[in-house]
């Protein structure tokens, strides 16, 4: 209906219903959902004005329109939204950044206790995010932990510049910064948490991902190079410089990884202290000292 008219005013639930029946009848996974966010997002409606006033009339649905045709295409919901929440933050996205998953929240309550540890007992701590896309790990435990300050790596000047973005609309930017490097290349100082979430797929694993991975999280983000582990050796090698006494490493890994990133990590000085599980139950993360 709305393709034909879309300078006309819809009523609101009209549009929803509309979008709803596109997606679901394409086959979209969450189609109810997703219609829901898209119409709230491209119309500038909330869901309470969907429930109490559906005859709501709504100008200008070209966007709306604009966005279905892009999930109908393929396009996962929050690239067209533009926007993902992350441990109940809401993060920009851009070409080069990374969606954040929830998983990789496992890894942000995994360094929380030793953060607020080391800010209580020494009224600071230093967190170091390797590879940080949209921020999302560091700036998640700094909205967490009032006295942590980090600072966010990247190797993509877009990624760098929408981690800082994220940083300032969250209110953030006094304790964090981010820089342009190839992991430790431009890092200089010695932090109390080293921090990563690596791109860990083997390259050649990369053709056979989903579509909406494949086609839509940067190549960058994902490739770990041939056995998908080429990032944890350099931290495992290099790390050691950056970390402070007493200090932590916390690093996400593949759900088969755990016996080769430890053994690299042990053979580089590094015992392991804890692995744990993400909300699938597959190994997440990884946390390591320096005896
Ligand atoms: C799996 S993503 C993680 C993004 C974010 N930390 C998260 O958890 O959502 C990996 C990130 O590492 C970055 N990266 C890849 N190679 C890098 C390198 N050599 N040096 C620094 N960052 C790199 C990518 O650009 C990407 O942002």
């Given at each position: 209906?709305?393709?034909?008219?879309?300078?006309?005013?819809?009523?609101?639930?009209?549009?929803?219903?509309?979008?709803?029946?596109?997606?679901?009848?394409?086959?979209?996974?969450?189609?109810?959902?997703?219609?829901?966010?898209?119409?709230?997002?491209?119309?500038?409606?909330?869901?309470?004005?969907?429930?109490?006033?559906?005859?709501?009339?709504?100008?200008?649905?070209?966007?709306?329109?604009?966005?279905?045709?892009?999930?109908?295409?393929?396009?996962?919901?929050?690239?067209?939204?533009?926007?993902?929440?992350?441990?109940?933050?809401?993060?920009?996205?851009?070409?080069?950044?990374?969606?954040?998953?929830?998983?990789?929240?496992?890894?942000?309550?995994?360094?929380?206790?030793?953060?607020?540890?080391?800010?209580?007992?020494?009224?600071?701590?230093?967190?170091?995010?390797?590879?940080?896309?949209?921020?999302?790990?560091?700036?998640?435990?700094?909205?967490?932990?009032?006295?942590?300050?980090?600072?966010?790596?990247?190797?993509?000047?877009?990624?760098?510049?929408?981690?800082?973005?994220?940083?300032?609309?969250?209110?953030?930017?006094?304790?964090?910064?981010?820089?342009?490097?190839?992991?430790?290349?431009?890092?200089?100082?010695?932090?109390?948490?080293?921090?990563?979430?690596?791109?860990?797929?083997?390259?050649?694993?990369?053709?056979?991902?989903?579509?909406?991975?494949?086609?839509?999280?940067?190549?960058?983000?994902?490739?770990?190079?041939?056995?998908?582990?080429?990032?944890?050796?350099?931290?495992?090698?290099?790390?050691?410089?950056?970390?402070?006494?007493?200090?932590?490493?916390a690093l996400e890994i593949g759900h088969d990884q755990k016996a080769d990133?430890?053994?690299?990590?042990?053979?580089?000085?590094?015992?392991?202290?804890?692995?744990?599980?993400?909300?699938?139950?597959?190994?997440?993360?990884?946390?390591?000292?320096?005896?």
């Amino acid at each position: 209906m709305w393709a034909t008219m879309p300078d006309a005013a819809h009523p609101l639930g009209a549009l929803l219903r509309e979008a709803r029946r596109r997606l679901s009848e394409a086959g979209v996974t969450d189609a109810a959902l997703d219609a829901r966010l898209l119409v709230e997002h491209f119309t500038g409606t909330t869901r309470s004005q969907a429930i109490t006033d559906p005859t709501l009339p709504v100008h200008g649905v070209e966007p709306l329109i604009a966005a279905v045709e892009r999930r109908l295409a393929g396009e996962p919901l929050h690239r067209i939204l533009g926007f993902r929440e992350f441990y109940g933050l809401k993060l920009e996205l851009s070409r080069e950044t990374l969606e954040p998953r929830p998983d990789t929240e496992t890894l942000v309550d995994a360094v929380l206790p030793f953060v607020r540890e080391v800010s209580e007992r020494r009224g600071a701590c230093r967190i170091l995010d390797l590879g940080t896309g949209t921020g999302a790990i560091l700036l998640a435990v700094l909205s967490a932990c009032p006295k942590a300050s980090g600072m966010g790596v990247d190797i993509s000047a877009d990624a760098v510049a929408t981690a800082t973005r994220n940083a300032d609309h969250l209110g953030l930017s006094n304790r964090f910064a981010a820089v342009q490097s190839d992991w430790f290349e431009e890092i200089s100082g010695r932090y109390d948490v080293i921090a990563s979430n690596p791109p860990y797929i083997p390259s050649q694993q990369i053709e056979g991902l989903q579509q909406e991975v494949r086609h839509f999280d940067p190549v960058r983000a994902l490739d770990g190079g041939a056995d998908g582990l080429d990032p944890y050796r350099i931290i495992g090698e290099q790390g050691p410089a950056y970390l402070a006494h007493g200090g932590l490493a916390a690093l996400e890994i593949g759900h088969d990884q755990k016996a080769d990133v430890t053994a690299i990590f042990s053979s580089c000085g590094w015992s392991l202290v804890e692995a744990l599980t993400d909300l699938g139950g597959n190994d997440r993360v990884l946390l390591f000292t320096r005896p």
